[in-house]
């Protein structure tokens, strides 16, 4: 009987991916994949380790799952993904329960690190986190009717703040024929929503064909049969050009939701955290993104209490989110990570960073219920995802929500399949969320 190996995924979409990888060569070479981890023999926990509460998650998870071993249900733990990469000296001393570790760079090794843990051997993998990146096949997890489409790995950015060029190393773009194939088996699956992700997407091509083809590749994708939505995510302002404003703009297939993450509005704390452009310039782009793309929900991410920060430019932040009213944003208080430039300078106290997050979340709450509130009695291309039973209705996403990090819309009707497009007339908002009917069922 083969052996059952299951997964926990934390972090990232891009991390998520990667865990896809895994689950595909293990079941590839013979062991079967389960999701009931009651029912697992051998189980990876994926991790993340980009700030301190991601890092906190994933040791609580092996601290859980480290109880399923005493009691006898669970052989093996092995710890993936970032993690593993930045403390790969202090996971096995600390965490005796892991039973195996795999870096950044060694996803593609599963199969003998899991062969290895069940001989009662402890592997560890850490192969080259600047690699190209792995084209090995997955095991689609997400939908139904979506998948995440990743399209480089790694990072060259350096902001100040971050760890990922340490953790996932430098940038790598995939070779457009490979991306375009995977994208038409995906669509042969079923999927109808393409999320494209990476750390920068705007930065697609530039290692391997010296300059920006993101634009090309949104277009070649547009026209992969079946495939009916294609969301861009993690785009930096400074490569955003007008080939790809036009891109977007002209592609009916590209949702109108664009996630730029901007981090602060302040030129002392961008010039500080070594991010380029001025606060002036990312309104400014902003401003020509929507004057020439119609509809367009912004997406951005936020930090308080950055180094540098004092009042003044706290108020500045606020000022901007009232002023740009963005149609989402998620503000996150300051995590000083060792091994960064960001780490030895001065910065207001946790305690003041966390507060000044809460009162910007409030900013922007009152911003995304008015937009909301916009959207009612309109009827809105709704990608149906589930049931609910508990709320006796259906529930999807429109255009403007992306999965995990945006509302949802729950609505009624009949004959809905999960992974198909509805039309839903929208009739309440809900705490963040939208409230409709389906078209057909309006009667």
């Known amino acids: 009987m083969a052996v059952k190996v299951g997964m926990v995924s934390l972090g990232c979409a891009k991390n998520l991916v990667n865990g896809e990888q895994m689950l595909h060569l293990l079941q590839a070479a013979g ?3 389960t999701a009931d981890l009651g029912e697992t023999e051998v189980l990876i926990i994926n991790t993340c380790a980009f700030i301190d509460s991601a890092k906190q998650e994933a040791i609580d998870n092996i601290l859980e799952f480290a109880e399923l071993k005493k009691e006898g249900r669970l052989k093996k733990l092995l710890v993936a993904g970032c993690l593993s990469q930045r403390y790969r000296k202090e996971i096995l001393k600390e965490l005796p329960e892991v039973d195996g570790i795999l870096g950044t760079g060694s996803y593609d090794d599963i199969v003998p690190a899991v062969a290895a843990a069940l001989r009662g051997e402890t592997p560890r993998f850490f192969g080259d986190i600047s690699a190209p990146v792995s084209e090995a096949e997955r095991l689609v997890t997400t939908g139904p009717g979506w998948a995440y489409l990743r399209i480089a790995e790694g990072c060259d950015n350096r902001c100040a703040y971050c760890v990922i060029p340490a953790i996932r190393g430098r940038y790598r773009s995939r070779p457009m024929e490979n991306i375009l194939r995977e994208a038409e088996g995906l669509a042969k699956l079923g999927v109808k929503e393409f999320i494209v ?3 920068d997407i705007t930065r697609y091509g530039t290692d391997l064909y010296g300059q920006p083809r993101l634009a090309a590749l949104v277009r070649a994708l547009a026209k992969i049969e079946g495939v009916r939505w294609i969301r861009l995510h993690y785009l930096y302002p400074d490569l955003i050009d007008d080939d790809l404003i036009d891109a977007v703009a002209s592609e009916p297939k590209v949702v109108k939701y664009l996630d730029i993450p901007i981090q602060h509005i302040s030129d002392g704390i961008l010039k500080k955290m070594n991010r380029r452009g001025t606060g002036a310039e990312i309104e400014a782009l902003l401003t020509k993104l929507r004057q020439r793309i119609p509809g367009l929900v912004l997406r951005t991410s936020l930090i308080t209490g950055l180094p540098g920060e004092g009042e003044k430019e706290f108020e500045e932040l606020c000022a901007f989110l009232k002023r740009a009213k963005l149609e989402r944003a998620g503000v996150f208080a300051y995590s000083p990570e060792e091994g960064t430039p960001a780490y030895q300078m001065d910065r207001p106290d946790a305690e003041t960073a966390a507060h000044r997050a ?13 937009f909301n509130a916009s959207r009612l009695g309109t009827v809105q291309e709704v990608l149906a995802e589930g049931f609910d039973r508990f709320a006796d209705c259906w529930y999807g996403r429109s255009y403007a929500d992306s999965p ?4 949802k819309v ?3 009707g009949s004959g809905v399949k999960p992974g198909e497009f509805v ?5 309440d908002t809900l705490e963040g969320d939208l409230v409709g009917v389906a078209e057909e069922d309006e009667g």
């Open 358 to 370: 809460e009162l910007a979340v409030d900013i922007q709450s009152e911003i995304m219920d008015a």
């Open 404 to 407: 995990e990090v945006d509302g």
């Open 31 to 33: 062991y079967e994949i």
């Open 423 to 427: 039309r839903v007339r929208i009739t």
């Open 197 to 199: 992700v990476a750390q």
């Open 410 to 412: 729950f609505f009624t």
